[in-house]
């Protein structure tokens, strides 16, 4: 079934106090204040079996795509803010898949509800028709990040899915999705020394991550932040203070900055060569 395939993802929620909902539309991102804000369209695009995906995309133009995935939010506006920074950071064009179909989460039972309610294996397919439809859009290879639980779907998804060209997670995987230890593709990782979800994105999952892709063979950069805890991304406004309202670290712009150069050099590598 879906929920046995995601194991411990549907355990998060007991790592997580509950917040009273947030919902500021701030987007006092640092990031989008040094690099021009790009703005994004609504497309849409149809799986193998006939299913409509609704997307979020930058403009054309980038020879490399790269496909960014939620957290367990939804598609809000943190994410789309992360989405752009990099897609302007990194000279690609970005594409959003819409995996909740527009449904957004501002605390964290709410998040917890729409991620156990999540279709996993037709999420995998949701990124896989993404990957497509970037290349008919003129894009030679595709990327694929996400955060979160999009952490572990980007894994899986470059495990299964051949049109994927090069994997980057941010503080998730689940063995569940697919077995690592077959990944073929160019993979970077971003973990916090600091997180605090057992078996999902804690240190010790990141270590065992680490193992089983060093098994693979696979080319791999992994990363820990010694100061930093789950969810370190999120810059925004919002993001900043959910991230206090967890009881989390606090978010670091200059970590935000070390990862996205990271990121940027490992697209360039893989993505846009």
């Known amino acids: ?64 795509g790269l496909i960014v995935l939620q957290e367990w939010w939804g598609i809000n506006d943190q994410i789309k803010a992360t989405a752009t920074d990099i897609a302007a950071k990194c000279g690609v064009r970005v594409v959003i898949p819409d995996l909740y179909r527009s449904k957004v989460a501002y605390e964290a039972a709410e998040a917890q509800h729409l991620m156990s309610g999540l279709d996993w294996p037709g999420a995998l397919q949701d990124v896989k028709a993404a990957a497509t439809w970037l290349k008919s859009q003129g894009c030679s290879k595709v990327g694929v990040v996400g955060f979160c639980m999009g952490g572990a779907l980007s894994l899986g998804s470059a495990v299964h899915h051949p049109e994927i060209d090069a994997c980057i997670a941010f503080y998730g995987w689940n063995d569940g999705l697919a077995d690592v230890k077959e990944m073929k593709k160019p993979t970077q990782c971003h973990f916090g020394q600091k997180d605090e979800i057992k078996g999902f994105s804690d240190p010790e999952a990141a270590a065992k991550l680490e193992e089983k892709l060093k098994a693979s063979g696979c080319p791999m950069e992994f990363y820990m932040y010694e100061t930093q805890g789950h969810g370190f991304m999120n810059g925004t406004a919002w993001g900043k203070e959910m991230q206090k309202k967890l009881g989390r670290p606090e978010v670091e712009d200059a970590t935000i900055l070390l990862a996205m150069d990271r990121m940027k050099d490992f697209l360039a590598k893989h993505v846009l060569a």
């Open 1 to 64: 079934s879906a929920a046995g395939q995601v194991g411990g993802l549907l355990r998060i929620s007991s790592a997580l106090k509950p917040v009273r909902p947030l919902r500021s539309r701030s987007t006092g991102y640092f990031f989008s204040r040094e690099f021009s804000k790009m703005s994004t369209e609504m497309v849409k695009f149809n799986r193998a079996d006939g299913t409509e995906v609704p997307a979020y995309a930058s403009a054309s133009g980038p020879k490399g």
